[in-house]
């Protein structure tokens, strides 16, 4: 031992000191120092003290060893979450006491880490392996996990990982191990491998965790699997890959699964990362790297110690390792002995070769292990994630304690001018940047904005930074000339940040200047818009179609017309999913731009929403029963019917609704489908409704198509996801509460068979039409009311849906209405029409309901544009209250505050005059 901490919290230093008073002095002054600085290795030392007693009769290496070693062949999670709390406790303790330097700590740490994904991921292709799942995979294969490896990056990789580390994780594996016709199996065989690996190194349970772990260092992570083939991975980085994955590749090391293949793989990736001729471009690559570096908070003015960012401020670890990356990726191509993936022998191997001084290189050794040494005395406090010093004088003397020194003040100072020296040296090696002057002129702020720029991953490459400083200054120009100059730069550049790639919008901005003032006006005014934009930016080339600003083309069309793309795509399942996402992209954001530019309001823009979900039911609905019956047969019977309850029902949908859905099917007496897996009628389709929630809901490549939501059908969450039209009739004859004939009011059929939706139809308008008690609906309604209102608690002034005279407040009247007039229209107008008819409603109270609910729907409809969540008119911006003004005919948002509130109190109070009463009595 060559140092000792000193307890920080003498209270748990002399808990510690009690309970271990019977070991040797020096050890038992470590396990008080430790105890008295750190709750969590004070944690440990009490739940491990068992093992740690034993441990500490022998040398940390040997513990070490005993702690990762295999605990039997079953599954290994809690065993290594054991050896997590285990490893954490003995290589806390060696770093403490000097025992370890810092190489032997973040040595151990990254032996476990390997060890453990080896062992997760062995373990979970085993199983697949086992459950005949990857084909042509025998036992023998599980030693090399089927042709996975885990590519460790980052720490990992360098064998450098800190005390409370995620792991950074490239999943690959080997295709040419498989026949061609078994790719797709194997593939999605190892994706459940790689997934559950993952979730037993990061789920917490009673025991801990193993470590978080994070896999999206992989190529394009939005849109690819969790694990890549070798190959597919290698194309991407052939043609795409960017300086920072070449950078990142320098580390990059097979950790765990087929070894061999990881490194014949790397070994066939070494032109992508260590090119023999560095152009001018990949140079101010490496020089935009920095930059993006220098505008993490923390780089700029003088340091701070408190809250300080040991890892990414001014002076930190990033900067001695940006330093050292950018001369290897420099300078490796020609001089092989520097590449080398840890930090310090970078460095040494940098000064050797004589492309940095080696005093400078030393220098930089030093302070990157006193930083990090630091970094995991803050870690070690609580087991966090974190990277910034305290932020208190008590915070400092924890971790100055826990260093083994009591001198706060002596301590704060070295460490300044350790950061100050560093950031002095690291700085000096990068000449300055020409600033290119833009028009108009701009307040300093919004310079830092626009600087930035160059450094997204849009402007990436030559051509697409040409074509960008082109047209800049037209941007901003425009972006000058709106309502609110500054919001509307911040959301361009929120826009232009989500962009993947770059040389194919700034091109159609180059010969489209209309698409421009398209995305200005977005960007002023709908911030939510604009950044799913630069998100989705392929929507771009339906603008430039020719028939974007064309009138509405109606439902049929739209089914027709998704319907032929997806049958263009019948023998890729897959494929048609991501193409009806696709194209609902496209015209969901043609929705809402006509929305935003008033070229429809906000109930028309309801209406198209509505078309489209129902567009895409009724042309994936064919899609999966065709896919199911492959496998099962085709549907026993007449088939089924998707019934569209609440909005979708009522045609009511917003940009941002799920789907109510009930599916009805009539197996017209046949038992069994016909195919090579036949199923009887009943789990027949209730496996294919729960395919067809999977298309909609699975997130892909090009994400969900929409939510669903399958509650209100017969018996709620306990009954079938699928139901025989004659149990339907059944139910809602005999056993359905008053609730689910008001949400019967709403019912549409909307794909499927028809004439089984003529059925339903039937047997609602049967159900809505009978005599009832309606005394002891409007009881039954009131009571709902009350639960809701309890459930859901009070909204603020513009809450447009939850409250007293709010959206659902009315529409459980208006179905009230419904109800008791025997009637069955499904929007809310007709349904309070009805309770007029009745005598329930007086023409006044309907009125007042109406005129708010129109209101409220307009207000809804327009902030759904604006945010995600509760309308906040300061947070939406200039053009987002004007655009908000303008769809609720309003002249401030006073006075949209007002009107609001006095709407839903003038809807309350008729709402309450009716269920006072019964029919007739108006």
Request: proline content about 5%; charged content about 25%.
């Amino acid at each position: 031992m060559t140092r000792c901490p000193i307890p920080f919290d003498r209270d748990h230093g002399a808990e510690a000191a009690t309970r271990f008073a019977d070991l040797a002095p020096e050890l038992a002054e470590l396990l008080t120092g430790a105890a008295g600085c750190s709750p969590y290795l004070k944690g440990l030392m009490e739940r491990e003290e068992e093992w740690l007693r034993a441990a500490l009769a022998d040398s940390p290496e040997a513990a070490f060893e005993a702690a990762i070693a295999p605990e039997g062949d079953g599954d290994p999670g809690d065993a290594l979450r054991r050896a997590k709390r285990r490893v954490a406790l003995i290589a806390g303790l060696a770093d403490l006491a000097g025992v370890w330097s810092l190489e032997e700590v973040t040595g151990a740490l990254t032996r476990f880490a390997e060890n453990a994904t080896d062992r997760a991921l062995k373990y979970h292709v085993g199983r697949e392996i086992a459950r005949g799942k990857l084909p042509g995979a025998s036992e023998d294969d599980i030693e090399t996990a089927g042709g996975a490896v885990a590519i460790a990056m980052g720490k990992m990789g360098a064998g450098e990982l800190n005390y409370s580390s995620d792991i950074d994780l490239i999943m690959l594996f080997d295709e040419s191990r498989y026949e061609r016709d078994d790719f797709h199996e194997a593939r999605a065989s190892l994706v459940r491998a790689t997934r559950r690996m993952s979730a037993t190194l990061s789920e917490m349970t009673a025991e801990g965790y193993v470590f978080r772990t994070d896999l999206r260092l992989r190529p394009d992570p939005a849109v690819t699997p969790v694990i890549l083939s070798m190959a597919a991975a290698e194309a991407y980085y052939e043609s795409l890959g960017r300086t920072w994955e070449r950078a990142a590749h320098i580390k990059a090391r097979p950790c765990a699964g087929d070894i061999a293949a990881g490194e014949a793989y790397l070994d066939r990736l070494t032109p992508f990362v260590w090119r023999k001729h560095l152009d001018f471009a990949a140079i101010q690559d490496a020089h935009d790297m920095r930059l993006r570096i220098r505008e993490h908070k923390g780089l700029g003015g003088p340091i701070t110690l408190e809250g300080h960012d040991m890892k990414l401020g001014r002076g930190g670890i990033r900067e001695i390792e940006f330093f050292t990356q950018t001369r290897q990726l420099i300078s490796g191509g020609r001089d092989p002995s520097l590449r080398l993936r840890a930090t310090v022998p970078g460095l040494a191997a940098l000064a050797g070769g004589n492309w940095v001084p080696e005093d400078v290189a030393e220098v930089l050794a030093m302070h990157y292990r006193g930083h990090r040494e630091i970094e995991h005395r803050v870690q070690m406090v609580r087991d966090a994630q974190t990277h910034a010093l305290p932020g208190s004088a008590g915070g400092f003397r924890r971790i100055v304690n826990m260093s083994g020194e009591d001198d706060v003040a002596a301590w704060r100072e070295r460490l300044r001018d350790a950061l100050a020296e560093v950031h002095e040296l690291t700085e000096g090696f990068f000449a300055p940047e020409e600033r290119i002057t833009a028009a108009p002129v701009l307040h300093a702020d919004d310079e830092e904005i626009v600087d930035r720029w160059r450094n997204y991953p849009a402007c990436r490459s030559a051509r697409a930074a040409g074509i960008f400083e082109r047209l800049k200054p037209d941007i901003l120009a425009r972006l000058h000339k709106a309502a609110r100059p500054r919001e509307a730069l911040v959301q361009f550049d929120a826009f232009l940040r989500g962009l993947p790639a770059g040389v194919q919008v700034f091109s159609l901005f180059d010969a489209n200047p209309a698409l421009v003032d398209l995305i200005v006006d977005i960007a002023a005014t709908a911030p939510a818009l604009a950044v799913y934009l630069g998100r989705n930016s392929q929507v771009l080339d339906a603008v430039i179609g020719g028939d974007f600003f064309a009138d509405w083309p109606g439902l049929h069309w739209l089914a027709d017309d998704l319907g032929a793309r997806l049958e263009e795509l019948s023998e890729d399942y897959e494929a048609q999913l991501d193409a009806a996402r696709r194209w609902l992209k496209e015209w969901h954001f043609r929705v809402g731009v006509h929305h935003l530019r008033g070229l429809v309001t906000g109930r028309e823009a309801g209406a198209q929403y509505s078309d489209l979900a129902e567009a895409v039911l009724s042309a994936l609905w064919p899609v999966v029963v065709t896919q199911f019956s492959r496998k099962h047969g085709a549907p026993p019977g007449r088939g089924a019917v998707l019934i569209g309850m609440g909005s979708l029902g009522a045609r009511t949908i917003s940009s941002t609704s799920d789907l109510d859905l009930i599916v009805i099917y009539d197996a017209d007496g046949v038992e069994e489908s016909q195919g090579p897996r036949p199923l009887t009628a009943r789990p027949y389709y209730a496996r294919l409704t729960q395919a067809m929630v999977t298309a909609l809901t699975a997130p892909m490549p090009e994400g969900k198509l929409y939510e669903v939501d399958m509650r209100l059908r017969p018996s709620g969450r306990q009954g079938p996801v699928a139901t025989g039209l004659d149990s339907f009739a059944a139910y809602q004859r005999d056993e359905a509460w008053t609730w689910e004939h008001l949400a019967l009011t709403r019912a549409r059929p909307v794909a499927g068979n028809m004439e089984i939706g003529a059925d339903v139809e039937a047997v609602r308008a049967e159900v809505l039409r009978r005599d009832r008690d309606p005394g002891a609906t409007i009881r039954d309604v009131v009571e709902m009311r009350a639960r809701i209102a309890e459930a859901k608690g009070t909204a603020g002034p513009l809450a447009a849906k939850v409250g007293p005279g709010r959206l659902q407040d009315i529409e459980l009247v208006a179905q009230c209405a419904a109800v008791l007039a025997q009637d069955c229209p499904r929007d809310v107008e007709g349904q309070i029409g009805s309770g007029v008819e009745i005598r329930w409603l007086t023409q006044g109270e309907a009125e007042a309901m109406l005129a708010a609910y129109d209101l409220l729907w307009r207000m809804q409809a327009a902030a759904k544009l604006l945010t995600e969540g509760a309308l906040d008119l300061e947070a939406v911006g200039t053009g987002g209250r004007e655009f908000l003004l303008r769809e609720t005919g309003m002249d401030s948002a006073e006075a949209l505050t007002r009107e609001v509130e006095a709407r839903a109190e003038a809807a309350r109070a008729a709402i309450e005059a009716a269920l006072a009463r019964l029919p007739g009595e108006a």
